[in-house]
């Protein structure tokens, strides 16, 4: 077989990309006579977002119908080879560790049920914006989030198989205290006008912090073994990249149409920089002690992909527009020495009521922690992980006792400390209609004071233990309603998933 | 950060196909940095990255359609300015 050299062959007639693209999404657009534009719009000017040109949106992508289902159908085609090769030759064994598999627990319960969220929230953007380029970019969004939320299903079923915390994903998202984390936020952008759930999603989640929060994911699949969810994880960041185009273009889009857009959407990006940079809590904490082999720290993904990339390279560019880097982005910086900790702390307490397990970091763990962050772990955080090892090395494992105040924006619970002090803890409070609603940052009370009428009406779990709405008053009770099984939940050490994994891994090799 | 241009970057699925076009995006950028991380490529660039479609072709041999990037690309930083038959061409617009 001889290769051809490339400029010798003859090229198929096509027509050029551009004129591909054009022919096939705004010529097939019409104006209606027979209704009002306003009356097939209805949701596009309440807002208060001014459009005069809708030609004016551009998708780099160019994508068309047809080379979006070639596209597509190879990128599966390729997953699921993956997931048949791992499947049939027992790959779960070949994971670093169980307790690796927390993280993707916390991936099918948090994140799974937000691509089928995007997925439908994208199908009425279809229907909804006024431009055809637009629309059918949502339209390609819709299909690539239902595309997102099957395979991390069939991906991760396979782990169900033989570990805990995989049955009840769905009913989880949607009752149990930490999931309402990424459920609420989420359904704050679902319920906010087509503009703002293209800044909040699109743009802010999509664009601003993906990379935060997905490559970390799959990353620390590729290096603990999990190469399904290393592949969807890059198949489904391939998607992605055409998602943070559409949510650029989003904002480039309605900053240029008028002035009067960039003050309502400088308001958009505080307010979602700070509402996704906080549901990111979870990841930090993921990737700083979940991981059995731990790939970048919080902090250096941080500083990589959001200060270097985005407060680098994007506010530059935004700036030109008189966007400004978001409002509470410099607590977000001072904080990214501590995030992690304090967040996996909340979880490491409160593992006892999660579909998840947790355990202290050990000595070897510690130690990279401490390399990692030279300036508050050693100090502020290693005491406490030595102080459970000690409880735990006389047979005990310590646990918070009670239910623990929640933000009422972000939903986690209040032990975030001080941006510029990390041994006095955030607390703020407000009040609206004679009531006293607590908050976590300085970020999280902006929020709530800009829009109080919503965020009156969170729902925050603890509070609805106490009003009796989650299967009774006993922690047995209310762990049932949230579906959590034996074996689910509490710490790691001593686990079903363990004793398992210690089962299928016995120390003395055998004869193969 | 590094000097006045801003830096964009692009994120690879590291494959064996993505070599060939990692090989052609270096060629096509002499001051590109690369990163290897688990199972993926970043490559950097001050002020923008350009992919040729002939230099891909001619590092894997075969034809190739800038549409065939969609399957090799994780994530990126920058804007793409460019993306037609011939060229990708990814930075920071203002």
């Known amino acids: 077989m001889s290769i051809d050299k490339p400029e010798a062959r003859v090229r198929p007639k096509k027509l050029p990309l551009k004129q591909r693209y054009s022919l096939l999404t705004r010529d097939l657009d019409w104006e209606p006579n027979y209704v009002t534009r306003e009356q097939l719009y209805p949701h596009t000017s309440y807002e208060g977002i001014v459009v005069h040109d809708w030609d004016g949106w551009e998708d780099p992508f160019r994508l068309t119908v047809d080379a979006y289902h070639k596209y597509q159908a190879e990128k599966d085609k390729r997953l699921y080879a993956v997931l048949d090769g791992f499947a049939q030759s027992q790959g779960h064994l070949t994971l670093s560790d169980a307790s690796y598999l927390n993280a993707i627990k916390l991936f099918i319960q948090g994140v799974t049920p937000l691509e089928y969220a995007a997925h439908r929230h994208f199908a009425y953007l279809a229907r909804h914006l006024e431009g055809p380029a637009p629309r059918f970019a949502a339209l390609c969004q819709s299909v690539d989030e239902l595309r997102h939320a099957q395979t991390q299903i069939h991906t991760i079923s396979n782990y169900n198989k033989y570990y805990g915390g995989f049955h009840s994903w769905s009913k989880m998202h949607d009752r149990v205290w930490y999931l309402s984390v990424p459920k609420s936020l989420f359904d704050d952008a679902m319920t906010a006008g087509p503009f703002e ?11 601003l912090l993906t990379n935060l929060l997905f490559v970390p994911f799959m990353s620390g699949a590729s290096f603990n073994g999990d190469m ?5 994880g890059f198949s489904a960041q391939s998607d992605e990249s055409r998602h943070m185009t559409l949510g650029l273009e989003a904002i480039k889009f309605l900053l240029e149409q008028d002035e009067a857009n960039v003050p309502i959407i400088q308001g958009w990006i505080d307010k979602w920089f700070w509402r996704a940079y906080r549901m990111s809590a979870l990841v930090a904490a993921m990737m700083d002690y979940m991981l059995p082999k731990p790939v970048m720290s919080w902090r250096e993904a941080f500083e990589l992909y959001f200060e270097e990339q985005m407060l680098g390279g994007l506010f530059p560019d935004l700036e030109f527009y008189g966007i400004t880097p978001p409002k509470h982005v410099n607590d977000a910086i001072a904080e990214k020495d501590k995030l992690s900790h304090e967040t996996y702390k909340i979880l490491h307490n409160f593992s006892f009521a999660a579909a998840f397990t947790t355990q202290t970091p050990q000595q070897e763990h510690m130690a990279w922690l401490s390399e990692q962050y030279p ?10 992980w030595e102080k459970h090892l000690d409880i735990e090395a006389g047979g005990g494992r310590a646990f918070f006792q009670g239910l623990p105040q929640l933000c009422q924006v972000c939903q986690i619970p209040m032990g975030f400390s001080e941006p510029d002090d990390p041994a006095t803890p955030s607390l703020r409070t407000s009040t609206f209609r004679d009531e006293v609603f607590h908050t976590c940052s300085n970020g999280c009370q902006w929020i709530f004071e800009r829009e109080p009428e919503k965020y009156v009406q969170a729902w925050l779990p603890v509070h609805q233990i106490y009003q009796g709405n989650c299967g009774g008053p006993t922690v047995p009770d209310v762990l049932a ?3 959590i099984q034996e074996g689910d939940n509490g710490e790691y ?20 | 950060m590094s000097g006045t241009l801003r830096q ?13 076009l990692i090989d052609a995006i270096k060629q096509d950028n002499p001051d590109l940095t690369v990163r290897h991380l688990p199972g993926l490529v970043k490559v950097q660039s001050s002020g923008q990255i350009v992919i040729n479609r002939e230099t891909v072709e001619s590092h894997l041999g075969r034809e190739w359609e800038t549409g065939e990037f969609q399957l090799a690309i994780v994530s ?10 011939d060229q990708i061409i990814v930075k920071w617009e203002h």
């Open chain 2, 8 to 20: 964009v970057g692009i994120d690879i699925q590291e494959s064996e196909e993505n070599r060939a």
């Open chain 1, 493 to 512: 050490k001593g686990s079903l998933d363990q004793q398992s994994w210690a089962e299928w891994h016995p120390t003395s090799t055998k004869e193969a």
């Open chain 1, 197 to 207: 759930f293209l800044i909040s999603i699109s743009f802010s989640f999509e664009y």
């Open chain 1, 375 to 384: 300036d508050t772990f050693d100090r502020f955080y290693r005491p406490t």
């Open chain 1, 228 to 232: 399904p969810t290393m592949s969807f």
């Open chain 1, 481 to 483: 309603w949230y579906g």
């Open chain 2, 76 to 85: 990126y930083a920058g804007n793409f300015s460019e993306w037609d038959d």
